[in-house]
Each structure stands twice: as C-alpha cells, then as structure tokens.
C-alpha cells in the first residue's frame, strides 16, 4: 500500500526576481490542523461536565431567584399576563434541572393513568331512552378517538403540573 501524498507547487511572481518557486505540502497542513484541534479538545475536556446528560447543570441561575423575586412575581399574576410567562419560563427551565422539580414532573409524566370510564344511566327498561342512549355512546366514542383522549390525557397532567392551568 502506497501512501499518497500530494504536493502542490505555488509560483509567486516578485519584481526583482521573475520566477520564486514556494513548494508547500497540503498533507502537512492537515496534518497540523487535525494536531491543533484534538489538542484543543483534550484541553478543554472535563469529565465532570456529564456531556451527555439530558438534565441542565447550570446552577449559576439559582441564584437570580430569590423569595422576592417569587413573592413579586405571585403579586397580582392572574390579572398579568407576562406575570404568568415569566412564572411558566422559570417553572420549564428548573423541569429540566435536576433537582426535585425537574424529577417530581419527569414521575408525573411516566406514571399518568390514561384509563378513563364514562358512567351512563340505566334506561335497559325503556326502549326509547336505551336506543338514544346507545346512539349517544357511540357518537362519544367517535368523538373520543377523534381527539386521541388517552393522548390527551397524557400531555394534560404533566401540563397542569408544569403551568397550573
């Protein structure tokens, strides 16, 4: 196996002499860039970082919230709306820290029960009730699979927890 290695010659023209030949090898100046780069890598890499976390270590930001801050914030919220957004952003980003937010909505979220029973009244008796009666639960179970009810289940607890709406 040979190894391939491509060399380029650059000619530069100067005044006082007409024909300066620069050789130069492409190879060699990958060669340093790749060097550069993984050192640079190595450098900066800290093992302590868990880059592959899923959860947000940035603890720098627990400091800006203060009581009150939250007791100025909860001041008047229903009647503001950016009193509300503020409140929702701060609650999404400690969803995704991992302290005891972040893990209490993380269990909300993989244990909500999507079971769900609809109660009618009897009317086995009268025929005319039975059929209407009928008739409705089969329009509330299309209607139930129409919007995907379990689907929606699942995203609205989590939700309610997260927002409180």
Known sequence: MTEN???????VINDEDNAT?????????ISK???????????????????????????ASNDTLTIEFIDELANGIHSDVSKV?????????????????GKTYESIESNVNTNYRLSYG?????RNKSKKLDDV??????FNKQINLKQL????????YAEGN
């Not at 030949?21 to 100046?29: G, R």
């Not at 009897?122 to 009268?126: I, K, L, R």
């Not at 639960?137 to 299309?142: E, G």
């Open 33 to 59: 860039y790749e060097n550069d780069i993984l050192l640079s890598a190595l450098k900066d890499y800290d093992s302590t970082k868990r880059q592959y976390s899923a959860y947000l270590k940035d603890k």
């Open 137 to 142: 639960k089969n329009t509330v179970n299309i």
């Open 85 to 101: 957004q503020t409140a929702n952003n701060l609650i999404r980003r400690y969803i995704i820290t991992d302290d005891i937010i």
């Open 153 to 160: 289940i699942r995203e609205s607890i989590p939700l309610t």
């Open 5 to 11: 290695k491509e060399d380029f010659i650059i000619t």
């Open 122 to 126: 009897d009317y086995s008796t009268q």
């Open 21 to 29: 030949v620069i050789e130069t090898s492409y190879e060699d100046e």
